[in-house]
Nanobody, 115 residues
Framework: QVQVVESGGGLVQPGGSLRLSCVVS????????MNWYRQAPGKQREWVAT???????TYVDSVKGRFTISRDNAKNMVYLQMNSLKPEDTAVYFC?????????WGQGTQVTVSS
């Protein structure tokens, strides 16, 4: 019933920007904290950013100052604005919705940063 769908991934040059979007349906979006994770080939899934239901944001150190997570509760959407992209940012990015023991994952969207 609950669906989480990411979009906006693609190929971008180092130093470029990309904006990922995530739409959540089938539940009360405003109750959930939203997260972005990423997983590079051969590596474990890594937490990237969080925005709470109240709008508080946190980031992994490697993306601080470059990435911005935001949410639009009226649209049941969360975004990840990625600036100054580096090859090390290349990964499949996953949107995650979390509320207590309730957790839902999107299918992932590929971000490739390459020159």
């Amino acid at each position: 019933q609950v669906q989480v769908v990411e979009s906006g991934g693609g190929l971008v040059q180092p130093g470029g920007s990309l904006r990922l979007s995530c739409v959540v349906s089938g539940t009360i979006f405003t109750l959930y904290g939203m997260n972005w994770y990423r997983q590079a080939p051969g590596k474990q899934r890594e937490w990237v950013a969080t925005i709470t239901s109240a709008g508080t944001t946190t980031y992994v150190d490697s993306v601080k100052g470059r990435f911005t997570i935001s949410r639009d509760n009226a649209k049941n959407m969360v975004y990840l604005q990625m600036n100054s992209l580096k090859p090390e940012d290349t990964a499949v990015y996953f949107c995650n919705a979390n509320w207590g023991m309730n957790q839902y994952w999107g299918q992932g969207t590929q971000v490739t940063v390459s020159s």
